[in-house]
């Protein structure tokens, strides 16, 4: 924070989000905790940004997550760098910049934190692409640690009964390894504590996402990207349940008081795909010239996209449901239908798109996606090229000539 | 050299030829992408299954689709279909591999009006009793799904003569594949990969005539002349580019074994027709090395890519990826360091396309030939 714009703004000061200082210090903590886990005794698991990660929580392991890794390298704008030495290693540069940043820091203990803590085990799940499934086995070779695959079907069209047959049965299986790997019999009592943890915390983070839906928008997607951390990665605790309530009560009192995350919001747009994380401010600010509010994205929401299959009194049964159905293993038209929910839900006029190189099940199908959209709700959509953590493929001039003619559009809609 | 020539023709224009078998014979072609297709189903209900490599060259229709940033087989296949240049097939299958294989399947449901579409979830895992369980009832019901869209039935005597003929076929690449590895100069590369691919296009039961046929010609032709040139092993996905082949050969070089989708993981392990034939399909696939988009343990490519190094008594390999490849790019790193351990050197080549690669290709294969 520069002097500068303290001076210059106190309608800016109004309108930031006071909580944000203490999901600052939770991050913190989390991380000074599973950097002296070592100390404590307690394991350490990486696990998938999908993944199921209430079984850790019960088996008292602290769970890690090299995509959250990888989204604080692109916000510190470490990306270049790592995702350098990661072609030096020898990985291409058209894969995943958060698999690449992650593979990068770990000979050098690189990143904002010094490195992640090395991991006692490995939990990989292919429900959000077959990118971690490599990039998982590239970690379990570096650390020489224990690695359990959960692979979860994708549902073309379908999540079939031999495919819930199949993810049931690893479940389980999921459970002795994280036994093996703990040696400790697993505690069901807790499982059952955490579970209903985990569904409190989702529906609290879909009731802050959805007070966006009030006009004007008391936060916008890029507070989400931030406030996301925990529900990815404290799911199942009291945390997670705590701030997202009095995040919530903030909001509301935002409402309240009429302070909203863009001054004068005349225009409401959705965002898709992975945050761009070294230019958020950036693009919050040039959207924010324009009157312009991302009030709604796919990616925060992906988080409580399970809230629907599971069932409270039976969380370990229907976790198959809960993790196999979520937003990126569906196929393209199943997606399209939700962004075209999300569109009537918070009342987005227009649609913004990231076709972000480093993930291709995310970005593959977007225009179709555009496609079905446009048939049944008419309203103007913008896509940008870059990638989420690779500044290289960033083109700041060209990506703002297109964002200034997507405005024009939309004003000239009004 | 006349039987050289029909596989090459067809290797050349495979869809003239189907639509002429198709025309011929009434019959129904399926396409199909990767070797994780249970081919034996098709063929045993009488349909033809048809590989589809994505002719490559300009891509204009495709662009609304697919960003620039997926492979070429992906791309090229999405262009052929959408120009209008597979309207024979009356099919489509897509077995489950990687991330851009999953959204073009996607894509084609939602955009291509012919034919009937068809998923196969296939388990990730190939190591462990669910997934292994999974699979059967994948194939399984993959079966009764075709049974039903082509309107008959797939008996067990159909299924097991299907799995008899394609171990023979299989049985026959690999010979052919064995030969060349013990006489390098008796056939060129790029005469194999026209037998191989065609194999995967052509009517199976002409293909089981013809195939005996390229081995007596090659064991009419074997000498005891040693090969003299450099001993190479070719590691990647789909190759889709004859011209490779040449341009090793020009350099002074041979391959002599391949672990590619588009070779030995085409032909390697053979079905056990007794018992319970699905269950046996699976099997092979389990036994089978795998590809990178499958996961079998963690070492087991690099471990299979220096023993068929030794094996073949190969001096280098050759990493031969499209670009925008993940899987393969992703295992890269680790199989050459394993190789390098060994001592065994290997160039990367990313290619793609064809036209703008070939120059570059050729200045390294020399280049990497001479370090030899
Ligand atoms: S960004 Fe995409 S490819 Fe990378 S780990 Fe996430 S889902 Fe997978
Ligand atoms: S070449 Fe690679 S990216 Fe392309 S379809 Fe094959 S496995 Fe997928």
């Known amino acids: ?414 | 050299m006349e039987i050289l020539n029909l596989f090459r023709e067809i290797a050349n224009n495979p869809n003239d030829y189907v639509k002429t078998w198709k025309e011929e014979n009434n019959g129904k072609v399926m396409g199909y992408f990767c070797s994780y297709t249970p081919e034996e189903i098709l063929f045993a209900a009488g349909a033809l299954p048809f590989r589809i490599f994505g002719t490559g060259g300009n891509i204009s229709m495709a662009d609304a689709h697919l960003q620039a940033y997926s492979c070429s087989l992906v791309r090229g296949a999405l262009e052929d279909t959408l120009s209008g240049k597979l309207n024979f097939l009356d099919g489509i299958i897509f077995p489950h591999t990687c991330d851009s294989i999953q959204r073009l399947s996607d894509i084609w449901r939602l955009n291509i009006g012919f034919g009937f579409h068809m998923d196969v979830v296939l388990p990730v895992k190939l190591n462990t009793d669910s997934a292994r369980e999974y699979m059967v009832n994948v194939l399984k019901k993959f079966k009764q799904r075709f049974e039903k869209e082509l309107c008959c039935e797939i008996t067990n005597e159909n299924l097991k003569a299907s799995v008899e003929k394609y171990n023979r076929i299989r049985t026959c690449l690999k010979k052919i594949y064995e030969i060349k590895r013990e006489n390098p100069d008796i056939i060129s590369s790029s005469n194999i990969y026209a037998v191989v691919k065609a194999s995967m296009v052509m009517d199976r039961n002409v293909l089981l005539e013809k195939l005996p046929r390229v081995l007596d010609l090659l064991e009419d032709k074997k000498s005891e002349v040693k090969y003299t040139g450099k001993r190479l092993i070719l590691a990647g996905g789909i190759c889709n580019f004859p011209d490779i082949y040449q341009i090793i050969e020009d350099s002074g070089g041979a391959i002599v074994w391949d672990d590619t989708c588009t070779g030995s993981r085409y032909f390697e392990g053979t079905i056990d027709p007794n018992g319970d034939i699905i269950e046996s399909i699976a099997q092979r696939y389990f036994e089978r090395h795998v590809c990178p988009a499958k996961h079998s343990g963690l070492f087991n490519r690099g471990e299979h890519i220096v023993r068929i190094v030794k094996e073949n008594n190969a001096q280098g390999v050759v990493f031969l990826f499209l670009k925008f490849c993940d899987p393969h790019a992703f295992d890269y790193p680790y199989i050459k360091e394993m190789l390098d351990k060994e001592g065994i050197p290997s160039m990367l080549f990313e290619m793609e396309d064809l036209l703008s690669s070939e120059g570059q290709l050729k200045t390294r294969c020399e280049a990497f030939l001479e370090t030899l």
């Open chain 1, 1 to 414: 924070m520069t002097n500068k714009e303290t001076v210059e703004d106190p309608e800016k000061e109004k309108r930031k989000i006071k909580s944000v200082k203490k999901m600052k210090e939770i991050m913190t903590n989390y991380y000074i905790e599973a950097k002296t886990a070592d100390q404590t005794g307690k394991k350490i698991a990486w696990i998938t940004s999908g993944g199921p990660v209430e079984p850790l929580i019960a088996m008292d392991v602290i769970p890690v997550y090299p995509e959250n890794h990888g989204a604080m390298i692109g916000a510190s704008k470490m990306g270049v760098d790592l995702c350098e030495k990661s072609e030096e290693m020898g990985y291409s540069r058209d894969l995943c910049s958060y698999a690449r940043t992650d593979i990068a820091c770990s000979p050098i203990n690189g990143g904002p934190i010094g490195g992640l803590p090395k991991p006692d085990m490995l939990i990989c799940c292919n429900n959000i692409c077959g990118t971690v499934l490599k990039w998982y086995e590239i970690q379990a070779r570096y650390y020489d640690v224990p690695l359990f695959i959960l692979d979860t079907p994708f549902c073309h069209t379908e999540f079939s009964i031999e495919a819930k047959e199949y993810v049931k049965k690893q479940i389980n299986e999921y459970l002795k390894f994280l036994e093996m790997v703990c040696d400790k019999q697993f505690d069901y009592d807790r499982m059952k504590q955490v579970g209903q943890l985990s569904l409190k915390g989702q529906r609290l983070w879909q009731a802050v996402l959805d007070t966006t839906v009030h006009q004007p928008a008391p936060m916008s997607a890029f507070d989400a990207f931030f406030h996301l951390a925990l529900i990815v990665t404290l799911r199942g605790t009291q945390i997670v349940v705590d701030y997202y309530s009095s995040l919530l009560d903030e909001m509301r009192e935002r409402i309240t008081s009429g302070i909203s995350a863009v001054h004068n919001e005349k225009h409401r747009l959705l965002w898709d795909n992975i945050p761009i994380w070294y230019r958020t401010r950036w693009l919050s600010e040039k959207f924010a010239s324009h009157d312009a509010c991302l009030v709604a994205d796919t990616y925060t929401s992906a988080w409580c996209s399970s809230l629907k299959y599971i069932n409270e009194g039976n969380f370990l049964d229907t976790m198959a449901d809960g993790y196999t159905k979520i937003y990126l293993n569906l196929g393209v038209d199943k997606m399209a239908e939700h962004v075209i929910e999300m569109i009537d839900k918070y009342n987005a006029n227009g649609i913004v798109m990231h076709s972000n190189r480093s993930c291709k099940p995310y970005s593959f199908g977007q225009y179709d996606i555009l496609k079905i959209v446009k048939e049944k709700r008419d309203i103007p959509a913008l896509v940008i090229e870059a990638d989420m953590v690779d500044e290289r493929s960033f083109s700041e001039s060209q990506i703002e000539t297109r964002i200034d003619a997507f405005m024009e559009v939309l004003k000239a809609r009004k």
